[in-house]
């Protein structure tokens, strides 16, 4: 397997712009996470879905944030507008159940910088 | 409040040395406890789980958890420079509704110098 595919990798934008990551999980995966690296906080979860319904949104900063996942095999984290402060590493990760046991892989992630 | 503290770092050990890093948690309830590393500019990696009271040992890597004390451990034995990365603690919660939810730690960077 590709294991967990993620795009961009990097993106420069402009604050006020809307920004659009995408994520494809691993195939089989019922799980997805959406994560939020910055030195400040360290890794925050942002959401995530059980198959393709939002489970636990908590950690959603503002309503600037939304995510979807359409189907088994694709998620977007879409930020409007965007602003400095969202600048950071955006994670996202899946695994195959949510047994305690279980794994989550991460994407390689997508570098976000906003301007 | 679920909150999962790991020693800060950064830790410098020599090489073939054993480095040893921490992690607390505040929930008792929890029940899984893992290990990620995370190499600069990379995503975090699996490296060790363990679920029960003891040691779990995998080649090198030793995690020794003890839920009455809330603490677990990550020792790497024989250290090399490629083991220089940041550590993440994570910790499940419980077997409810937070199913599958991981909490992490802020991360303890390892430098192992040759």
């Known amino acids: 397997d590709a294991g967990v595919i993620q795009s961009p990798r990097h993106e420069v934008t402009e604050m006020g712009q809307e920004v659009t990551l995408r994520c494809k999980p691993i195939?089989?995966?019922?799980?997805l996470f959406w994560y939020r690296q910055t030195m400040m906080r360290g890794l925050e979860l942002l959401i995530y879905f059980n198959n393709n319904v939002p489970i636990d949104d908590s950690g959603m900063p503002e309503d600037r944030f939304s995510a979807k996942m359409p189907n088994a095999s694709f998620s977007t984290l879409k930020i409007q507008p965007s602003e400095p402060r969202d600048s950071a590493v955006y994670f996202c990760a899946s695994s195959e159940t949510a047994g305690t046991t279980d794994t989550q892989y991460f994407g390689p992630g997508t570098r976000l910088t906003v301007l | 409040q679920k909150e999962v503290e790991q020693n800060s770092g950064p830790l410098s050990v020599p090489e073939g040395a054993i480095a040893s890093l921490n992690c607390t948690y505040s929930d008792r309830v929890s029940q899984s406890f893992f290990w990620y590393r995370q190499y600069s500019g990379k995503s975090p990696e699996l490296i060790m789980s363990?679920?029960?009271?003891g040691d779990k040992e995998d080649g090198r890597f030793t995690a020794q958890l003890n839920k009455a004390s809330q603490y677990v451990s990550l020792l790497i034995r024989d250290s090399q420079p490629s083991d220089s990365a940041t550590y993440l603690c994570a910790v499940t919660p419980d077997r409810g509704s937070t199913l599958g939810r991981l909490y992490f730690g802020r991360g303890t960077q390892l430098t192992v110098w040759p």
């Open positions: 195939s089989g995966h019922d799980y």
């Open positions: 363990i679920y029960s009271n």
